[in-house]
């Protein structure tokens, strides 16, 4: 695909999609579940036999307020390997390492540093990595891509000069997968996409998605580019599902027992209000960085050094590309946090990869996620139960 992807996803730091002003210049994460007595679930979802089936499993947590080692196993039915349930961490922050590495998945990365009169704050942005390379907050946002050569430079360049005007586009993909398909964005448009096994269409995009304070309907707001939004109908063997998705918050993802295990992704230049700065961090033949900025109406370019501190617009705070990766893989754990600012509810499991070999990953409370398993691919979110499932077969299986 002759685009650059400059605007593919972000990690959130701002309101959620339907509003909200956060007190603080990051938000914090909503409240644990230990203020409450209700236990927690691991809701897990896969096709077995042909047809879509869920686990939902009660987690052998003796005390919320506590970390502990859980050791629990969580069978599924054949052809996909148990799930064991190995930690859990009332209050976790996140720790990214990156990892040199030679192989063709490889990516430049960076970390950026941002420090402040009230908190500091640290992140990996990943080129190329829709689920890692944006960061989005109240005093700025963020954008990290690599380019090869003069031409790709420029290209890039004027997509970011014109892309608040420029049509969107929707990126679509299998969960786990790394190509990202582009389509066109069009109210009533029809995509059927035999190799991803499935059917998207476009009901509607809002340039500014609301909702009205009185009827609680959702509606367009205004004709500027502030949250833009679109409605995809997705259809697949596995059922079919509606699903908003913003450009401004790519991660957001409701709770749904239904949903299909596809990524899709906004790609829509999005205008920020209150002036508040626009950065792309870039990356020319792994060996120099540029900074290219909106804000104030302006854009403008300059060479930017490592460790060089820059000062956010409007601001008291400043950032540095800390470190730089030219190919890289990022890990990521979760690590034991003394305060609840910054912090969240975490739980790491571990299976057996397509390949056989154990696998172990971190899960942050309320959000889903999806692994590909020896079995196939199975989608997982864990919280308090909210209802009892549909149907009961033989224990806990829906």
Known sequence: MNRLSLSLSSVLLAAVPAGGSPAAPWQDPPPHPQVTANPLHLRCRFVAGGEDRGIDTELAISDLTRGQDLGQSIELPAPHPPIRVRRYLPLA?????????????ARPAVRVSIDGPALSYRRCLVAGDPLRNRMTSLIGIWRYMAVIGDEQRERGLSQFTEELTSAPSLLIAREGAQDFRPLEVREGAVHTLEDLGCVIRIQRFL???????????????????????ALLEIEAQEGKEARWVFAKFPDFRPSQSKAL????VLECGVETENNVPDLVLVTVDRTRHELWMRFGGEISTRALGLDEAIPVPGSQYAFRLSEFAPAARLVEEYKPARAQQGASTALEIQTLDSAGNPSTSWMEMGKEYTIRTSGGSVT???????????????????
């Open 93 to 105: 922050t996140l720790e990214q390492t990156l990892l040199p590495d030679s192989s063709p998945a």
């Open 207 to 229: 340039p500014h998605y609301g909702r009205d304070d009185v009827t609680a309907q959702i509606r367009g707001l205004s004709d500027r580019r502030l949250n833009p939004a």
């Open 261 to 264: 295990p596809y990524r899709a």
């Open 380 to 398: 997982m979110v864990f919280g308090p139960r909210r209802k009892p499932p549909a149907a009961v077969h033989g224990g806990q299986v829906r």
